[in-house]
């Protein structure tokens, strides 16, 4: 699977659009890109994820830009419960499927 | 809604007990996933499961740990014996792969301390 890399941490105001970066130079045609998010003391959970085209859902929307080697993960009214480490991860979608967590990006929601 | 359960939530034990921890995947899923948290390594694969049988458990130190499924409702995962070192939250994750992508859906953890 591709190499992630994330800031390490950020902050953002509640309310305003909270976008986080994830360079992927090293990605192939066939890896997605997928993020997932870890509030503090529970378990990751599934944002969005996309190939090629931006994507969009309840959560969040997803930027990939024309080369596939970087994207931005936007949540567009942040509010303190998306306080949390965001993780980008890229993979393929064969053989192994299990997911590769990188450190992730610390997203602060100030208030 | 649909959710993957893990039990105990917490267990503290000492060093050399046997440790067995529970997780019952969102039915249907037909894939399972055990990974491990400390804040020195983040979180990391220990095994999964496709249909029951383990596709992955390289890693997973083999000496003490043994992951298992003894039907489509529960996952194990036990440590014999436990070391300080094992001290860590442990997540088990569920997803259905049907040939294509899935999600996979965390429980909320099992935080462990060997003492």
């Known amino acids: 699977d591709a190499k992630t890399t994330q800031p390490p941490s950020m902050d953002c105001a509640e309310g305003r659009a909270a976008n986080l970066p994830c360079n992927h130079s090293?990605?192939?045609?066939?890896?997605?890109v997928y993020w997932y998010r870890q509030i503090h003391s529970q378990g990751p959970q599934y944002i969005i994820h996309?190939?090629?085209n931006n994507e969009t859902n309840e959560m969040a929307s997803l930027i990939i830009t024309e080369d596939r080697k970087s994207s931005t993960l936007i949540l567009p009214h942040a509010t303190l419960r998306d306080t949390a480490v965001y993780y980008c991860?890229?993979?393929?979608?064969?053989?192994?499927?299990?997911?590769?967590f990188g450190s992730g990006t610390r997203l602060q929601v100030q208030p | 809604d649909a959710r993957v359960t893990q039990t105990p939530r917490h267990k503290v034990t000492e060093m050399g007990q046997e440790v067995t921890m529970r997780c019952q995947p969102i039915?249907?899923?037909?894939?399972v996933f055990w990974y491990r948290q400390t804040m020195m390594q983040g979180l990391e694969l220990l095994a999964y499961?496709?249909?029951?049988?383990?596709?992955?458990d390289s890693g997973m130190p083999k000496d003490r740990f043994s992951a298992e499924m003894p039907d489509a409702t529960l996952a194990t995962l036990k440590i014999q014996p436990s070391e300080p070192r094992d001290s860590a939250v442990y997540f088990c994750?569920?997803?259905?792969?049907?040939?294509?992508?899935?999600?996979?859906?965390f429980g909320p953890g099992t935080r462990l301390t060997v003492t």
């Open positions: 994750a569920s997803g259905l792969v049907l040939g294509g992508l899935s999600e996979q859906y």
């Open positions: 090293t990605i192939s045609g066939n890896e997605y």
């Open positions: 996309g190939l090629k």
């Open positions: 991860i890229v993979r393929v979608d064969t053989g192994r499927r299990a997911l590769t």
């Open positions: 039915l249907g899923h037909n894939t």
């Open positions: 499961f496709r249909n029951r049988a383990p596709l992955d």
